[in-house]
Protein backbone atom coordinates (compact mmCIF):
# COMPACT_ATOMS: atom_id res chain seq x y z
CA UNK A 1 0.00 0.00 0.00
CA UNK A 2 1.21 3.33 -1.05
CA UNK A 3 2.14 6.35 1.45
CA UNK A 4 -0.97 8.21 -0.61
CA UNK A 5 -3.34 5.67 0.32
CA UNK A 6 -2.58 4.49 4.08
CA UNK A 7 -3.12 8.70 4.86
CA UNK A 8 -6.40 8.37 2.73
CA UNK A 9 -5.50 10.67 0.04
CA UNK A 10 -5.98 10.96 -3.35
CA UNK A 11 -2.69 10.90 -6.06
CA UNK A 12 -4.51 13.40 -8.25
CA UNK A 13 -7.37 16.07 -7.89
CA UNK A 14 -8.25 16.92 -11.65
CA UNK A 15 -9.70 20.43 -12.00
CA UNK A 16 -12.07 21.74 -14.98
CA UNK A 17 -14.04 24.45 -15.01
CA UNK A 18 -17.24 24.41 -17.45
CA UNK A 19 -19.06 27.50 -19.49
CA UNK A 20 -21.60 26.47 -22.27
CA UNK A 21 -19.93 23.29 -23.38
CA UNK A 22 -23.03 20.57 -23.34
CA UNK A 23 -21.62 19.76 -27.45
CA UNK A 24 -18.65 18.80 -25.99
CA UNK A 25 -18.23 18.20 -22.44
CA UNK A 26 -19.90 14.32 -22.02
CA UNK A 27 -16.71 13.48 -24.82
CA UNK A 28 -14.03 15.79 -22.83
CA UNK A 29 -14.86 14.31 -19.32
CA UNK A 30 -15.48 10.55 -20.90
CA UNK A 31 -11.44 10.87 -22.61
CA UNK A 32 -10.24 12.24 -19.42
CA UNK A 33 -11.55 9.23 -17.17
CA UNK A 34 -9.84 6.83 -19.93
CA UNK A 35 -6.76 8.26 -19.72
CA UNK A 36 -6.62 8.68 -16.03
CA UNK A 37 -8.16 5.21 -15.31
CA UNK A 38 -4.92 3.73 -17.52
CA UNK A 39 -2.42 5.21 -15.33
CA UNK A 40 -4.28 3.57 -12.58
CA UNK A 41 -4.14 6.92 -10.34
CA UNK A 42 -6.63 6.94 -7.53
CA UNK A 43 -8.18 10.53 -8.48
CA UNK A 44 -11.39 13.16 -8.58
CA UNK A 45 -12.83 15.16 -11.32
CA UNK A 46 -13.41 17.96 -10.02
CA UNK A 47 -15.96 19.46 -12.41
CA UNK A 48 -17.24 23.09 -11.53
CA UNK A 49 -20.29 24.14 -13.77
CA UNK A 50 -19.37 28.21 -13.76
CA UNK A 51 -23.58 29.01 -14.32
CA UNK A 52 -23.81 27.66 -18.00
CA UNK A 53 -27.08 29.13 -19.67
CA UNK A 54 -26.96 26.37 -22.26
CA UNK A 55 -27.24 22.41 -21.75
CA UNK A 56 -24.32 21.40 -20.01
CA UNK A 57 -25.62 20.88 -16.73
CA UNK A 58 -28.07 18.48 -18.45
CA UNK A 59 -25.21 16.87 -20.29
CA UNK A 60 -23.50 16.53 -16.90
CA UNK A 61 -26.26 14.67 -15.15
CA UNK A 62 -24.87 11.26 -16.88
CA UNK A 63 -21.58 11.54 -14.43
CA UNK A 64 -23.49 12.44 -11.58
CA UNK A 65 -23.60 8.92 -9.92
CA UNK A 66 -20.10 8.58 -11.02
CA UNK A 67 -17.64 8.80 -7.81
CA UNK A 68 -15.02 9.40 -9.81
CA UNK A 69 -16.45 13.24 -10.94
CA UNK A 70 -17.19 15.46 -8.30
CA UNK A 71 -19.63 17.52 -10.31
CA UNK A 72 -20.44 21.40 -8.61
CA UNK A 73 -23.04 23.31 -9.83
CA UNK A 74 -22.61 26.69 -8.83
CA UNK A 75 -23.79 30.54 -10.22
CA UNK A 76 -21.58 32.17 -12.52
CA UNK A 77 -18.46 34.08 -11.29
CA UNK A 78 -15.81 34.09 -14.42
CA UNK A 79 -13.19 31.38 -14.73
CA UNK A 80 -10.41 32.72 -12.69
CA UNK A 81 -12.43 32.71 -9.70
CA UNK A 82 -13.68 29.42 -10.91
CA UNK A 83 -10.11 27.61 -11.25
CA UNK A 84 -9.70 29.18 -7.55
CA UNK A 85 -12.67 27.56 -6.18
CA UNK A 86 -11.67 24.24 -7.51
CA UNK A 87 -7.76 24.33 -6.27
CA UNK A 88 -9.05 24.98 -2.40
CA UNK A 89 -11.07 22.19 -2.92
CA UNK A 90 -8.52 20.22 -4.77
CA UNK A 91 -5.52 20.49 -2.27
CA UNK A 92 -7.68 19.00 0.38
CA UNK A 93 -8.15 16.14 -1.33
CA UNK A 94 -4.84 14.89 -3.19
CA UNK A 95 -1.68 15.43 -3.31
CA UNK A 96 -1.07 16.52 -7.05
CA UNK A 97 -3.23 19.04 -8.43
CA UNK A 98 -4.09 19.42 -12.24
CA UNK A 99 -5.86 21.95 -14.17
CA UNK A 100 -7.54 21.78 -17.98
CA UNK A 101 -10.37 23.82 -19.20
CA UNK A 102 -13.38 21.56 -20.90
CA UNK A 103 -12.74 23.03 -24.44
CA UNK A 104 -10.80 19.87 -25.66
CA UNK A 105 -8.25 22.65 -27.16
CA UNK A 106 -5.22 20.26 -24.90
CA UNK A 107 -5.93 16.83 -25.20
CA UNK A 108 -6.18 14.15 -22.20
CA UNK A 109 -3.52 12.18 -23.93
CA UNK A 110 -0.92 14.89 -23.17
CA UNK A 111 -1.40 14.34 -19.64
CA UNK A 112 1.05 10.78 -18.78
CA UNK A 113 4.34 12.79 -20.04
CA UNK A 114 3.26 15.37 -17.61
CA UNK A 115 2.58 13.10 -15.18
CA UNK A 116 5.99 10.91 -15.46
CA UNK A 117 7.98 14.25 -15.56
CA UNK A 118 6.64 15.04 -12.15
CA UNK A 119 8.88 12.93 -9.42
CA UNK A 120 11.86 15.27 -9.54
CA UNK A 121 10.17 18.74 -9.37
CA UNK A 122 7.02 20.88 -7.79
CA UNK A 123 5.37 22.15 -10.87
CA UNK A 124 5.28 20.73 -14.35
CA UNK A 125 4.13 23.23 -16.78
CA UNK A 126 2.20 22.73 -20.36
CA UNK A 127 3.65 25.16 -23.31
CA UNK A 128 1.38 25.25 -25.74
CA UNK A 129 2.68 24.72 -29.57
CA UNK A 130 0.64 24.93 -32.70
CA UNK A 131 -1.80 27.32 -30.99
CA UNK A 132 -3.44 29.86 -33.58
CA UNK A 133 -4.23 32.74 -31.87
CA UNK A 134 -5.51 36.32 -33.00
CA UNK A 135 -3.08 38.91 -32.84
CA UNK A 136 -4.79 40.54 -29.87
CA UNK A 137 -4.47 37.18 -27.77
CA UNK A 138 -0.82 36.52 -29.46
CA UNK A 139 0.10 40.39 -28.04
CA UNK A 140 -1.51 39.85 -24.48
CA UNK A 141 0.20 35.89 -24.17
CA UNK A 142 3.18 37.68 -24.77
CA UNK A 143 2.94 40.65 -22.34
CA UNK A 144 1.70 38.54 -19.74
CA UNK A 145 4.60 36.35 -20.08
CA UNK A 146 6.79 39.32 -19.79
CA UNK A 147 5.09 41.00 -16.86
CA UNK A 148 5.88 38.05 -14.64
CA UNK A 149 9.54 37.79 -16.01
CA UNK A 150 9.73 41.14 -14.91
CA UNK A 151 7.71 40.79 -11.75
CA UNK A 152 8.47 37.52 -10.57
CA UNK A 153 10.91 35.43 -12.61
CA UNK A 154 11.00 33.26 -15.47
CA UNK A 155 10.82 29.96 -15.00
CA UNK A 156 7.50 29.18 -16.38
CA UNK A 157 7.20 29.68 -20.06
CA UNK A 158 3.77 29.82 -20.70
CA UNK A 159 2.08 31.51 -18.09
CA UNK A 160 -1.78 31.42 -18.30
CA UNK A 161 -1.66 27.64 -19.98
CA UNK A 162 -4.64 25.75 -18.82
CA UNK A 163 -2.71 22.53 -18.57
CA UNK A 164 -0.87 22.33 -15.17
CA UNK A 165 0.74 19.46 -12.30
CA UNK A 166 1.61 20.96 -9.23
CA UNK A 167 2.25 19.57 -5.55
CA UNK A 168 -0.70 20.26 -3.17
CA UNK A 169 1.39 21.38 -0.33
CA UNK A 170 3.37 23.81 -2.58
CA UNK A 171 0.03 25.07 -3.88
CA UNK A 172 -1.83 25.21 -0.74
CA UNK A 173 1.00 27.60 0.64
CA UNK A 174 -0.48 30.45 -0.97
CA UNK A 175 -3.67 29.67 -3.28
CA UNK A 176 -5.66 31.14 -0.42
CA UNK A 177 -4.53 34.01 -0.23
CA UNK A 178 -5.11 35.20 -3.91
CA UNK A 179 -8.02 36.99 -4.16
CA UNK A 180 -11.41 34.73 -4.85
CA UNK A 181 -11.67 37.48 -7.99
CA UNK A 182 -8.63 37.31 -9.02
CA UNK A 183 -8.88 37.37 -13.30
CA UNK A 184 -6.47 34.93 -14.28
CA UNK A 185 -5.07 33.19 -11.19
CA UNK A 186 -3.06 30.77 -13.12
CA UNK A 187 -0.52 34.04 -14.17
CA UNK A 188 -0.37 34.77 -10.54
CA UNK A 189 0.65 31.35 -9.55
CA UNK A 190 3.31 30.88 -12.89
CA UNK A 191 5.07 34.02 -10.88
CA UNK A 192 4.42 32.64 -7.27
CA UNK A 193 6.38 29.01 -8.52
CA UNK A 194 8.82 31.46 -10.38
CA UNK A 195 9.56 33.79 -7.85
CA UNK A 196 9.47 31.37 -4.97
CA UNK A 197 12.65 29.11 -7.21
CA UNK A 198 10.41 26.22 -7.15
CA UNK A 199 11.75 23.06 -9.55
CA UNK A 200 9.45 24.02 -12.38
CA UNK A 201 9.35 21.39 -15.54
CA UNK A 202 8.36 22.98 -18.71
CA UNK A 203 6.64 20.55 -20.86
CA UNK A 204 5.50 20.77 -24.60
CA UNK A 205 1.63 19.82 -25.40
CA UNK A 206 -0.27 20.01 -28.79
CA UNK A 207 -2.37 22.61 -29.09
CA UNK A 208 -5.80 22.27 -31.42
CA UNK A 209 -8.21 24.48 -32.55
CA UNK A 210 -11.71 24.48 -30.80
CA UNK A 211 -14.35 22.21 -32.21
CA UNK A 212 -16.92 23.55 -30.39
CA UNK A 213 -18.31 26.20 -28.92
CA UNK A 214 -16.92 30.15 -29.08
CA UNK A 215 -14.40 31.37 -27.00
CA UNK A 216 -16.33 33.55 -24.11
CA UNK A 217 -14.20 36.70 -23.91
CA UNK A 218 -13.81 38.70 -27.12
CA UNK A 219 -12.69 41.73 -28.27
CA UNK A 220 -12.35 44.86 -25.60
CA UNK A 221 -13.70 42.63 -22.75
CA UNK A 222 -10.22 40.91 -23.78
CA UNK A 223 -8.50 43.96 -23.40
CA UNK A 224 -10.26 44.73 -20.71
CA UNK A 225 -9.82 41.59 -18.72
CA UNK A 226 -5.90 41.79 -19.86
CA UNK A 227 -5.48 45.07 -18.10
CA UNK A 228 -7.50 43.94 -15.06
CA UNK A 229 -5.26 40.41 -14.78
CA UNK A 230 -2.08 42.67 -15.19
CA UNK A 231 -3.16 44.93 -11.98
CA UNK A 232 -4.16 41.82 -9.95
CA UNK A 233 -0.65 40.33 -10.89
CA UNK A 234 1.23 43.12 -9.73
CA UNK A 235 -0.93 43.49 -6.57
CA UNK A 236 -1.11 39.74 -5.92
CA UNK A 237 3.23 39.43 -5.37
CA UNK A 238 2.92 41.33 -2.37
CA UNK A 239 -0.49 39.71 -1.08
CA UNK A 240 0.72 36.43 -1.47
CA UNK A 241 4.44 36.32 -0.85
CA UNK A 242 7.14 34.91 -2.28
CA UNK A 243 9.44 32.90 -0.50
CA UNK A 244 12.37 30.35 -1.01
CA UNK A 245 11.49 26.64 -0.54
CA UNK A 246 13.59 24.57 1.29
CA UNK A 247 15.03 22.61 -1.69
CA UNK A 248 16.58 26.31 -3.12
CA UNK A 249 19.97 26.55 -2.55
CA UNK A 250 22.46 29.83 -2.96
CA UNK A 251 19.11 31.68 -4.41
CA UNK A 252 18.79 29.54 -7.22
CA UNK A 253 16.39 27.02 -8.76
CA UNK A 254 17.19 23.26 -7.69
CA UNK A 255 16.74 21.65 -11.20
CA UNK A 256 16.26 23.14 -14.89
CA UNK A 257 13.31 23.18 -16.64
CA UNK A 258 12.72 20.80 -19.03
CA UNK A 259 11.71 21.98 -22.88
CA UNK A 260 9.99 18.43 -23.25
CA UNK A 261 9.73 14.76 -22.00
CA UNK A 262 10.29 11.66 -23.59
CA UNK A 263 6.76 10.35 -23.99
Given at each position: ??????????????????????????D?????????????????L??????S????????E??????R???????????????????R??V???D???????D????????????????????V????????????R????????A?????????V??????????????????V?????????????IS?????????????R???????T?????M???????????????????????????S???????A?E??????R
Amino acid sequence: MTATAKSGRLDLAVVMPVYNEAECIADVIGSWLRVLEAESLRFSLIVLNDGSCDATADALERFANDSRVDLIHKQNSGHGPTILLGYRRAVGIADWVFQVDSDDELAATEFPAMWRARPRYDAVIGVRYGRKQPVGRWIITRLSRALVRLWYGGTVKDVNVPFRLMRADVLSSFVTRIPGDTFAPNVVISGVLAGSQYRVANVRVAHRDRQTGQVSIMRWKLWKGALRSAAQTIRCRSLVGIRRPSHAANGKPADECLDAVER
